[in-house]
């Protein structure tokens, strides 16, 4: 699976949207790019995946570039309890298990 | 949906001594995966099942580690002679056949070895 590189900490005002970046610059046409986050003293947490284009849930969006070679989850309207550590992975499909590296930590500032 | 259930919570012990925790998955799900999470770092892959079948074991997984997923419904993760490199937290997911890459995790097992 293709490495992903994120930058180690961000911070984002309360109320503003949140971008994280994500480089997977060696990501190959069958991976898909996973998003998931840990708060404090809980389990990761499921964001969202997508593999070409762009996505959206009720939780975020994921914005892939055209080459798939960076992507950007977007928080639309940040709030206290999305303070976490976001973790960006890239992965085959069946691959049968996750990779993360060390992420992001966001931390939402009132 | 009551979603994965570790138990203990955080669990004390001193060196040498043997531990077990337990991992109730969602019970539709038939992947069950172990990984484990000191401070400061991502998890840390450990062990997969599909159903029953232990199908890999991460080289991280020391002799002193074992886990079992006996009728594919529960996993044990039992450590023998603890040390204290073993404190961590010790995460359980599981997910679906048709889920994809959709993990859902427990909250985990906070380890500390005296």
């Known amino acids: 699976d293709a490495k992903t590189t994120q930058p180690p900490s961000m911070d984002c005002a309360e109320g503003r949207a949140a971008n994280l970046p994500c480089n997977h610059s060696?990501?190959?046409?069958?991976?898909?790019v996973y998003w998931y986050r840990q708060i404090h003293s809980q389990g990761p947490q499921y964001i969202i995946h997508?593999?070409?284009n762009n996505e959206t849930n009720e939780m975020a969006s994921l914005i892939i570039t055209e080459d798939r070679k960076s992507s950007t989850l977007i928080l639309p309207h940040a709030t206290l309890r999305d303070t976490a550590v976001y973790y960006c992975?890239?992965?085959?499909?069946?691959?049968?298990?996750?990779?993360f590296g060390q992420g992001t930590r966001l931390t939402i500032n009132p | 949906d009551t979603g994965v259930s570790q138990d203990p919570r955080h669990k004390i012990t001193k060196r040498g001594q043997n531990v077990t925790f337990r991992c109730d998955p969602i019970?539709?799900?038939?992947?069950l995966y172990w990984y484990r999470q000191t401070l400061g770092q991502g998890p840390e892959f450990l062990t997969y099942?599909?159903?029953?079948?232990?199908?890999?074991k991460s080289r991280l997984l020391s002799d002193r580690f074992s886990a079992e997923r006996p009728k594919g419904s529960f996993s044990t993760l039992e450590i023998q002679r603890t040390e204290q490199g073993d404190s961590a937290m010790y995460l359980c997911?599981?997910?679906?056949?048709?889920?994809?890459?959709?993990?859902?995790f427990g909250s985990g097992t906070q380890l500390s070895v005296l």
């Open positions: 997911a599981s997910s679906s056949w048709t889920g994809g890459e959709k993990l859902f």
């Open positions: 060696t990501i190959s046409g069958n991976e898909y």
């Open positions: 997508g593999l070409k």
């Open positions: 992975i890239a992965i085959t499909q069946g691959a049968q298990k996750l990779v």
């Open positions: 019970s539709e799900h038939n992947r």
């Open positions: 099942f599909q159903n029953e079948a232990q199908l890999e």
